[in-house]
């Protein structure tokens, strides 16, 4: 369930990049905002490169993975609030950045959890195939989720939205 909040607040926002560049950030004069979505992809790749390695090595070295997850899933939701605070170019790039951080930590040591808690070896292909359907299908259901927000509430509704899932994601881990 906290997998599956979290990578669908993600994808709801990522998904929409494009969108929010067009008609709710303030770009740079001769800035395209299809070419702004290639800068914003890469530093999050960057970022989420560098987070798995780091929070995989620290909650591994530490033995603490929900404290990991639980702190990433809430950094998550307050890069999510950036654009809200910031709807400029520099706020997107640090948005990116951060929710790449989060994002990038959350993915490794979740893994790293949920295979720790695994009932019965036995069971381990099932309940694997279950994580699968929390990564997947939250990222199929993420531009509806997306398009209904943003219908209904506009652009800084997506933000808090995905705000909302993140932490209902870190909440969910606490069990």
Excluded at 38 to 66: E, P
Aim: charged share 10%; with cysteine; hydrophobic share 60%.
């Amino acid at each position: 369930i906290g997998r599956a909040l979290l990578v669908l607040g993600y994808f709801a926002v990522v998904g929409y990049k494009l969108y929010i560049l067009q008609d709710h950030t303030r770009l740079p004069e001769g800035l395209d905002p299809a070419d702004g979505v290639a800068v914003l992809a890469t530093i999050s790749a960057v970022t989420m490169a560098f987070s798995t390695v780091v929070g995989g090595v620290l909650s591994d070295r530490l033995n603490r993975r929900k404290l990991f997850v639980a702190l990433s899933a809430a950094l998550a939701a307050a890069a999510q609030m950036i654009p809200v605070i910031s709807p400029t170019w520099p706020g997107m790039m640090v948005f990116a950045a951060v929710n790449g951080l989060a994002f990038g930590c959350f993915m490794a040591v979740d893994t790293a959890l949920v295979t720790m808690v695994l009932a019965k070896a036995e069971d381990a292909a099932r309940d694997m195939g279950v994580l699968n359907i929390a990564n997947a299908g939250p990222q199929i259901l993420g531009p509806f989720v997306a398009s209904a927000v943003v219908s209904l509430g506009g652009y800084t509704a997506l933000f808090v939205v995905g705000a909302v899932l993140s932490v209902l994601g870190a909440l969910a881990v606490a069990p």
